[in-house]
Structures are given as structure tokens and as C-alpha cells.
């Protein structure tokens, strides 16, 4: 699979008389952009072949779905009824850009070495990052907006599902709403879990629809937890991180895995 190739799919799979299509051959990128508003998004075209290679037609949907919502949020512009109770936290990695296209400052929050805080207006089938324009038109605050989002994540379900593998139970949260690892953040939820581990607590959120909770109760727990995150990172359609967690005291503290049955560093 070439880029041209892969431009030309995407282009066929996005054609749309309101959308403007611009392939950029030195970064290897395309832009679509909304003829309504004049924004868009920029995708890598290196990136989504890399998935080609391994899940086909699977890589081009959820990129087109990513395109497509992402162009309906811009053009929502976020006027959307009750925007209070829509804001939710959302993680993202720390390599994760800090500003939008237009060079907008988003607002974050530090969270870990590895993970950073964002926050989301949600929009149905798709959400707008919050920026500072957006705050502005609002007449939020960082304070309020950090205070709303984190009481609203703590009303989402926190169903989990286990599994026992080599003598280690591992909890998955898979709400699929969007907001999976935005739990994380939910303190009450991860003591509560906190009381039920025999072993030590780890927490794993590889890409934005899943939470990985584990019980590691022997050392090839460790290494379980280390080829999971890295699968369901890989397979992500918006990955975090593949590292994993130790939950201590409340805390949160990044694990290194060095490999079978080897001392794990912290």
C-alpha cells in the first residue's frame, strides 16, 4: 500500500460536495477540511498504513468514522443543550498535541509521566476538545471546567468483567461510550476496586476504550499485563500508552516490565 494509494481511498470513501480535500506529498498527510466552516482535520497517511497492513478495510473505517465525526463536531461548533453535565475528562498521551489546528491552547491538567488530562464536550456520536476559545465563550474557568468534568465521569457505570489467567484476575472496564479510561480518574472507583485485590493493584489504560484493572498475585502476572497493554494498544483507534500502573496509596506510579519472570522496576 502506497500513500497515493491510500489518499486516493480515503478520498473516494470521504467525497462529499461541503468537505475540500488537500494532499500534502513532502509530509505525507491529507487534509479535509468542512467548506461550512473552514476547519478540518489532518491525518498521517504513514500511520494509517501501518494499520492497512494488519487489519485492512477495519483501519480505513475508523479513520473515515474519525474524519467524518470529527468534521460534524466543528460544524456543531459545540451548541448543544445542557453543556455542563456533556463535559468529561478524557486521557490522552503526554505526546498528544496541547493545541488544536487553528493553534487554539486546549485545557489540560497534569496527570501522570506518561498520561495527561484533557477535556471533552460531548456531542452525541463524536465530542469537541475544549479549548480556550470554547472556555472563553462559555464563561468557564480551568477550576469550573476541571470540577464539572470530574463529577460527571464519576456518574458513568463501572461494570467490570474478569478474568483468572496463570492465577491473576484482570478487570476490564469496556463501556464503549467513549470515556473508558476517563475512569481512571474516578478516585471512589479505584479504591473500591483497591479493597477487592488479594495482590498488588494495577491499572492499564493502553487506548481511550478500555481500563485494565489488574490483581497481579505472581510474578507471570506481570508479564501477562505487559503483552495485554501492548496488544490492546496496538490495536487502539486512539492508543495511550502501553505502560501499566502501580495503584499505591492512592497513587498512581509507572511500571517497567523488564521481561519473563524478571524484577519488575518501578
Do not use: C
Amino acid at each position: 500500500m502506497t500513500s497515493k494509494k491510500m489518499k486516493d481511498m480515503l478520498k473516494q470513501r470521504i467525497s462529499n460536495e461541503d468537505r475540500t480535500f488537500t494532499f500534502d506529498s513532502k509530509k505525507d498527510q491529507v487534509r479535509i477540511e468542512s467548506k461550512v466552516t473552514g476547519k478540518g482535520v489532518t491525518v498521517s497517511l504513514p500511520e494509517i498504513i501501518a494499520k492497512w497492513e494488519t487489519q485492512k478495510e477495519k483501519a480505513v473505517d475508523e479513520i473515515v468514522y474519525y474524519i467524518e465525526h470529527g468534521l460534524g463536531a466543528i460544524e456543531k461548533d459545540g451548541q448543544i443543550e445542557g453543556k455542563e453535565k456533556k463535559l468529561f475528562p478524557v486521557i490522552r498521551s503526554t505526546s498528544f498535541p496541547q493545541q488544536s489546528n487553528e493553534e487554539i491552547p486546549f485545557i489540560t491538567d497534569e496527570h501522570t509521566a506518561e498520561t495527561r488530562v484533557y477535556y471533552a464536550l460531548d456531542m452525541g456520536n463524536t465530542y469537541r476538545l475544549v479549548d480556550e476559545k470554547l472556555m472563553e465563550k462559555e464563561e468557564w474557568t480551568p477550576a469550573s471546567i476541571k470540577e464539572m468534568a470530574l463529577f460527571n465521569v464519576r456518574s458513568l457505570s463501572t461494570q467490570v468483567k474478569s478474568d483468572n489467567v496463570a492465577g491473576n484476575i484482570f478487570y476490564f472496564l469496556n463501556s464503549n461510550d467513549g470515556y473508558d479510561a476517563s475512569r481512571i480518574l474516578n478516585d471512589a472507583f479505584l479504591k473500591e476496586m483497591n479493597e477487592k485485590v488479594e495482590g498488588t493493584m494495577t491499572v492499564a489504560v493502553p487506548h481511550q476504550d478500555v481500563l485494565i484493572i489488574g490483581d497481579i498475585r505472581n510474578e507471570t502476572g506481570y508479564d501477562v499485563l505487559a503483552q495485554m497493554t501492548m496488544s490492546f494498544f496496538a490495536s487502539g483507534r486512539v492508543p495511550i500508552t502501553a505502560l501499566s500502573f502501580l495503584y499505591e496509596g492512592g497513587e498512581l506510579e509507572p511500571i517497567f516490565i523488564l521481561g519473563k519472570n524478571k524484577k519488575r522496576e518501578k
